[in-house]
């Protein structure tokens, strides 16, 4: 009890100033990074709904050629499909998740290859190394023992994957889980509402970890 509202404290701290907005993040190379456009929308619905954090829940897309990347301190990206970073992409958002950016990719299946190449060129010197199931993104306000299943693709395990930059979680991946499925308006994908429930807390988790981290 101590612990959350604690949390709760910092995140009316870090969110006292503005609403939150999440940004989507419109990439090259083919992929559908527009897919499921009521995901982040419902997600900071859910935030507002349940935490005392202020949300603008909006749909934005955010362009890596563009200035605007700076004006969101969490953006999301997903698809299905191929990813393209130019050179001048890459720099961009390294500039970004390494002055307190933060990145959530989720693999909506199809994104795997693309993003991790791609990804080597913002980052070509570290890793994406997997997250063990007691660090605090999956306990800082609903316990999980490592990422949801959300939606069922390949029968392969559901894994959680990140990035550091001066022992800051700056990006988090997530594979075979797809928790922005159950984000996404309920006829979309179907989803039983218990797992829907069950992605929109974990989206809490890596909203509340972005924020005071």
Request: proline share 6%; hydrophobic share 35%; with cysteine.
């Amino acid at each position: 009890m101590r612990k959350t509202a604690i949390l709760m404290f910092l995140l009316v701290a870090v969110c006292s100033a503005q609403e939150l907005k999440i940004g989507r993040l419109k990439y090259n190379g083919g992929g559908d990074w527009y897919n499921d456009p009521s995901a982040e929308v419902n997600l900071l619905k859910f935030i507002g709904e349940n935490t005392f954090i202020e949300t603008n829940p909006v749909y934005e897309f955010v362009d890596l050629s563009s200035g605007n990347i700076f004006a969101y301190p969490i953006l999301f990206m997903t698809g299905h499909g191929n990813v393209v970073f130019s050179e001048n992409d890459a720099r961009k958002l390294r500039t970004y998740l390494t002055n307190g950016g933060f990145l959530y990719v989720d693999d909506d299946y199809g994104l795997d290859k693309g993003f991790r190449r791609e990804i080597k060129k913002v980052f070509p010197d570290k890793e994406l190394v997997e997250i063990p199931f007691d660090y605090g993104l999956y306990h800082c306000v609903f316990d999980f023992n490592g990422p949801p299943k959300t939606h069922e693709h390949d029968n392969k395990p559901p894994r959680g994957f990140g990035i550091f930059v001066e022992g800051r979680l700056c990006l988090y991946y997530t594979y075979e889980s797809n928790p922005s499925d159950g984000w996404a308006d309920p006829e979309v994908h179907n989803d039983p509402p218990a797992k829907r429930e069950e992605a929109l807390k974990f989206g809490v988790n890596i909203i509340t970890w972005a924020l005071i981290n």
